[in-house]
């Protein structure tokens, strides 16, 4: 019942996909048939109106539409159901399909590391069906048809969840790839902006190259196994040095798609130009995929890791937590950020993976467990609260056309509902408390701080440092997005589109977004809830669960012993109820009295304007100071002067590009390299039959000789 319900999620966004694409062959034809064939008997008038004309206008067509989601929807309900079912029996389900190669069906495996992985699928799929019916009519009057999007959306999700249920490497790589190229679509959606083919391109390009080395990857263990299947890799007896060429394999072919620096470059250039819907989906669910296989890999295939494995992890998420949210810090295009802000989830994820590859390799496997469920929760709440914030810009970007901080503001006016929403996931990614963002945090403090059981000096000494990095981590983030919903919400509006916003009127947009953050506060009050579940992945992949029973408890989170450390979130919602509860009553204590209101402060200029308030820029300049060398700056300051001698200045023109270090220094060396070897390898191309001729004699000769 289990496995079906895990198949039916995945027909059902099969089905999503394929309706839509019959939903916009339906629509041309009847056009055709009713006007296009009278009206425009020539072949090119009637496809000009073919394109031209509002067929989606109908009636029924917002019905087909709502339909796809509906699937969707389902499609994540069960994927939801399939993901907690497997969790709360704590079994292994396994059974083949008959596709594939003849002598290899395609072999399906549904456990509970799977099984998280398809609940963490499935809410954000259903979130996003909630709030799709709603964006997508913003398309409607477009050159670009819904069939595309509802198609590639559907393949895309199908694509994830076959991912999660494959157990043969040629069955994952079919999966991997159909994710990459139904995505791929999606980033290219609205294709007509060069900037959007670029960066569509760019996604494909390192997608297929981390396609290649996972590849390699599952190459090295098969050359020592028996077959291609999940448990005979397993069972590949590997050396110390193949072990870790496939590790480093595997870390670049997940880490490329999970956005690990520094093969991040795709990631802030893909997410900006796509639906926000498919942001969410790509940000929140298809980096914890990539997640998934990593730990696939490392843990379950390669089984005995190694300290030095874990070490690399280390420090490759304490520079990605780091560098990505002052990368992020830096921005002022929402979904950019947002982008960036991934990169530093997924390297406090790594870091954390790597505290429970080095206690594992050092025989402390209850605090590797705790390491491991630290970095699963933390993925775990990413989903929720980057899905939360990406549907958040779609909404603001939906009823004011603009994504530049800098031209938003004021909207906690306009959009209260929307802010809120907004403001419970920005407190969630900044990990304040009664939120989910805090505890997995935390956790991931409570492995760090285990660090005395460490025999080796050179550990001591650099998971500290990096506990510290992840503390300054955590109060970046905090400031960073203060910036964000200061900027967007408060204070005046700095364009006309802001002055102009209203609150969405579809429901379904912010119904979505409001499940996600009630997940966000509910996990945060009771996180022993899906801890339980990650206890689970932890006994079945390390065969260690958390040491501490009370670990699971409802009222206190106590990971190691009750004396070490624990947390009560409960607890600490009551002391927060009570505290506002007397303040309000301290403040209201006279009913006589009256509130006096007055206007705000201007500093004697005579009245407030937009332009007397903080900039993104203005706002990070301190950070901008200090860590000037993260970033590679061009800031430059123009006057304009004017009168007697040139002494008034008429106008000031300001300037600031901010580059990412990885360009430079990585990509574009080799970009030329590659484009220096193309030229090489166009000298054989003479036009000259005979040297055509000369080659093939000469391959001949070589091969007769290798043969012989």
């Given at each position: 019942?289990?496995?079906?319900l895990a198949?039916?999620a995945?027909?059902?966004?099969?089905?999503?996909?394929?309706?839509?694409l019959m939903?916009?062959?339906?629509?041309t034809?009847?056009?055709?048939?009713?006007?296009?064939?009278?009206k425009?008997?020539d072949?090119?008038?009637?496809?000009r109106?073919?394109?031209?004309?509002?067929?989606?206008?109908?009636?029924y067509?917002?019905?087909?539409?709502q339909?796809v989601?509906?699937?969707?929807g389902?499609?994540?309900?069960?994927?939801?159901?399939?993901?907690i079912s497997?969790?709360?029996?704590?079994?292994?389900?396994?059974?083949h399909?008959g596709?594939?190669?003849?002598?290899?069906?395609?072999q399906?495996?549904?456990?509970?590391?799977?099984?998280?992985?398809?609940?963490i699928?499935?809410?954000?799929v259903?979130?996003?069906?909630?709030?799709?019916?709603g964006?997508?009519?913003?398309?409607?009057?477009?050159?670009?048809?819904?069939?595309?999007l509802?198609?590639?959306?559907?393949?895309f999700?199908?694509?994830?969840?076959?991912?999660?249920?494959?157990?043969?490497?040629?069955?994952?790589?079919?999966?991997?790839?159909?994710?990459?190229v139904?995505?791929?679509?999606?980033?290219?959606?609205?294709?007509?902006?060069?900037?959007?083919?670029?960066?569509?391109?760019?996604?494909?390009?390192?997608?297929?190259?981390?396609a290649?080395?996972?590849?390699?990857?599952?190459?090295?263990?098969?050359?020592?196994?028996?077959?291609?299947?999940?448990a005979?890799?397993?069972?590949?007896?590997?050396?110390?040095?193949?072990?870790?060429i496939?590790?480093v394999l595997?870390?670049l072919?997940?880490?490329?798609?999970a956005?690990l620096?520094?093969?991040?470059?795709w990631?802030?250039e893909?997410?900006?130009?796509?639906?926000?819907?498919?942001?969410?989906l790509?940000?929140?669910?298809?980096?914890?995929?990539?997640?998934?296989?990593?730990?696939?890999?490392?843990?379950d295939?390669?089984?005995?890791?190694?300290?030095?494995?874990?070490?690399v992890l280390l420090?490759?998420?304490?520079?990605?937590?780091l560098g990505?949210?002052?990368?992020?810090?830096?921005?002022?295009?929402?979904?950019?950020?947002?982008a960036?802000?991934?990169?530093?989830?997924?390297?406090?994820?790594f870091?954390?993976?790597?505290?429970?590859?080095?206690?594992?390799?050092?025989g402390?496997?209850?605090?590797?467990a705790?390491?491991?469920?630290a970095?699963?929760?933390?993925a775990?709440?990413h989903?929720?609260?980057?899905?939360?914030?990406?549907?958040?810009?779609?909404?603001?970007?939906?009823?004011?056309?603009?994504?530049?901080?800098?031209?938003l503001?004021?909207?906690i006016?306009?959009?209260?509902?929307?802010?809120?929403?907004?403001?419970?996931?920005?407190?969630?990614?900044s990990?304040?408390p009664?939120?989910?963002?805090f505890?997995?945090e935390?956790?991931?403090?409570?492995?760090?701080?285990?660090?005395?059981?460490?025999?080796?000096?050179?550990?001591?000494?650099?998971i500290?440092?990096?506990?510290?990095a992840?503390a300054?981590t955590a109060?970046?983030?905090?400031?960073?997005?203060?910036?964000v919903?200061?900027?967007?919400?408060?204070?005046?509006?700095r364009?006309?589109?802001?002055e102009?916003?209203?609150?969405?009127?579809?429901?379904?947009?912010?119904?979505?977004?409001?499940?996600?953050?009630?997940?966000?506060?509910l996990?945060?009050i009771?996180?022993?809830l899906?801890i339980?579940?990650?206890?689970?992945?932890?006994d079945q992949?390390l065969?260690?669960?958390?040491?501490?029973?009370?670990?699971?408890?409802w009222?206190?989170?106590?990971p190691?012993?009750?004396?070490?450390a624990?947390?009560?979130?409960?607890?600490v919602?009551?002391?927060a109820?009570?505290?506002?509860?007397?303040?309000?009553w301290?403040l209201?204590r006279?009913?006589?009295?009256?509130?006096?209101?007055?206007?705000?402060?201007?500093?004697?200029?005579?009245?407030?304007?937009?332009?007397?308030?903080?900039?993104?820029?203005?706002?990070?300049?301190?950070?901008?100071?200090?860590?000037?060398?993260?970033?590679?700056?061009e800031?430059?300051?123009?006057?304009?002067?004017?009168?007697?001698?040139n002494?008034?200045v008429?106008?000031v023109?300001?300037?600031?590009h901010?580059?990412?270090h990885s360009?430079?220094r990585?990509?574009?060396?080799?970009e030329?390299?590659?484009?220096?070897?193309?030229?090489?390898?166009?000298?054989?191309?003479?036009?000259?039959i005979?040297v055509?001729?000369?080659?093939?004699?000469?391959?001949?000769?070589?091969?007769?000789?290798?043969?012989?």
């Open positions: 019942m289990i496995l079906v198949y039916a995945v027909l059902l966004s099969f089905a999503s996909g394929l309706l839509a939903m916009n062959q339906r629509h034809l009847l056009a055709l048939r009713e006007h296009g064939f009278k425009y008997p072949s090119a008038e009637r496809y109106y073919m394109i031209d004309s509002n067929l989606r206008e109908r009636p067509a917002h019905l087909l539409q339909a989601f509906v699937l969707l389902l499609s994540g309900i069960f994927a939801a159901l399939a993901g497997v969790l709360l029996s704590k079994g292994v389900i396994i059974d399909i596709l594939g190669l003849p002598w290899l069906p395609w399906v495996r549904f456990d509970s590391l799977s099984g998280f992985f398809y609940l699928v499935g809410i954000a259903l979130a996003v069906s909630l709030y799709g019916p964006y997508v009519r913003a398309y409607e009057k477009s050159r670009h048809p819904f069939a595309v509802g198609l590639f959306t559907g393949l999700v199908a694509g994830m969840l076959l991912v999660l249920l494959a157990d043969d490497a040629f069955f994952f790589m079919i999966a991997w790839e159909l994710m990459s139904a995505s791929y679509f999606l980033v290219a959606f609205q294709h007509e902006n060069p900037a959007n083919r670029r960066a569509a391109f760019l996604y494909l390009l390192m997608a297929e190259v981390g290649l080395a996972i590849i390699l990857g599952f190459g090295v263990l098969a050359s020592f196994a028996d077959g291609f299947t999940f005979a890799l397993r069972e590949a007896p590997l050396s110390t040095s193949w072990a870790s496939a590790f595997a870390l072919g997940f880490g490329m798609k956005g620096v520094p093969v991040h470059v990631l802030p893909a997410h900006p130009v796509a639906p926000s819907h498919i942001s969410a790509m940000s929140g669910v298809m980096l914890k995929v990539a997640l998934y296989g990593f730990i696939r890999f490392c843990f295939l390669l089984g005995d890791v190694h300290w030095q494995w874990g070490v420090v490759l998420g304490t520079v990605c937590a990505g949210i002052l990368y992020a810090m830096m921005q002022t295009h929402l979904k950019r950020l947002l960036y802000s991934s990169v530093e989830n997924i390297g406090i994820i870091m954390v993976l790597g505290l429970s590859m080095i206690f594992m390799a050092n402390h496997p209850h605090l590797a705790l390491g491991l469920l970095a699963l929760f933390h775990f709440n989903a929720l609260f980057k899905n939360l914030l990406f549907l958040g810009a779609g909404i603001i970007h939906h009823q004011t056309h603009e994504l530049n901080i800098d031209m503001g004021g909207l006016k306009r959009m209260p509902q929307t802010s809120m929403l907004f403001l419970i996931g920005c407190m969630s990614i990990s304040l009664l939120f989910n963002g505890v997995s935390w956790l991931a403090f409570q492995t760090a701080l285990q660090v005395d059981v460490l025999d080796n000096g050179v550990l001591r000494s650099l500290p440092v990096a506990a510290a992840l300054l109060a970046l983030a905090a400031a960073c997005f203060v910036k919903f200061g900027l967007i919400f408060l204070g005046l509006p364009s006309r589109n802001s102009k916003a209203h609150e969405v009127k579809n429901k379904g947009m912010l119904a979505g977004p409001a499940l996600l953050a009630c997940l966000c506060f996990t945060g009771f996180p022993g899906i339980g579940l990650i206890n689970n992945v932890s992949l065969g260690e669960t958390l040491a501490n029973d009370s670990a699971l408890g009222l206190w989170l106590a190691i012993s009750a004396d070490q624990s947390y009560s979130p409960p607890l919602l009551i002391g109820l009570l505290a506002g509860g007397v303040s309000f301290y209201r006279n009913p006589a009295r009256t509130l006096r209101s007055a206007a705000t402060w201007d500093c004697g200029f005579g009245g407030l304007t937009a332009r007397m308030q903080y900039s993104s820029s203005a706002f990070a300049m301190p950070f901008r100071r200090i860590f000037s060398n993260v970033w590679i700056i800031e430059r300051i123009d006057k304009d002067m004017q009168g007697a001698l002494q008034d008429a106008a023109h300001y300037q600031l901010i580059q990412d360009w430079p990585l990509y574009q060396p080799i030329r390299g590659v484009n220096k070897l193309a030229r090489l390898v166009g000298r054989i191309q003479t036009g000259n005979r055509y001729l000369s080659y093939s004699f000469v391959t001949l000769i070589i091969m007769l000789w290798v043969i012989s």
